[in-house]
């Protein structure tokens, strides 16, 4: 069983930045962000293969980072120039297991576990 728990979350004016912060119980290779909106469904963030490739939803692409330390087991989502759609709670994911080979995925139904998140809110 893996734990993971969100921090980093808080309220910041459009164009401000945070770093969520997820740490893991155990090393995890193969982990992802999501967020939901209050109405929405939710929706994959980034993600951060076994082999360090990432992936980003179009909508935060070269505004967002995601990176890991594995020897900490901590996951991060660096947040840069945030706008006011970017509101919403932000969730920690991981993959039970996963290959060296494998691609990041931003598929929710990809992911065994998952955090209780932690709340992002941008005022405009």
């Known amino acids: 069983q893996v734990q993971l728990v969100e921090s980093g979350g808080g309220s910041v004016q459009a164009g401000g930045s945070l770093r969520l912060s997820c740490a893991a119980s155990?090393?995890?290779?193969?982990m992802g962000w999501f967020r939901q909106a209050p109405g929405k469904e939710r929706e994959g963030v980034a993600s951060?293969?076994?082999?360090?490739?990432?992936a980003y939803t179009d909508s935060v692409e070269a505004r967002f980072t995601i990176s890991s330390d594995n020897a900490k087991n901590i996951l991060y989502l660096q947040m840069n120039s945030l706008k006011s759609e970017d509101t919403a709670m932000y969730y920690c994911?991981?993959?039970?297991?996963?290959?060296?080979?494998?691609?990041?995925?931003?598929?929710?139904?990809?992911?065994?576990?998952w955090g209780q998140g932690t709340q992002v809110t941008v005022s405009s």
């Open positions: 951060i293969s076994f082999g360090g490739r990432t």
């Open positions: 155990v090393t995890v290779y193969c």
């Open positions: 994911a991981a993959k039970e297991w996963c290959t060296a080979w494998g691609d990041p995925t931003l598929t929710a139904s990809s992911y065994n576990y």
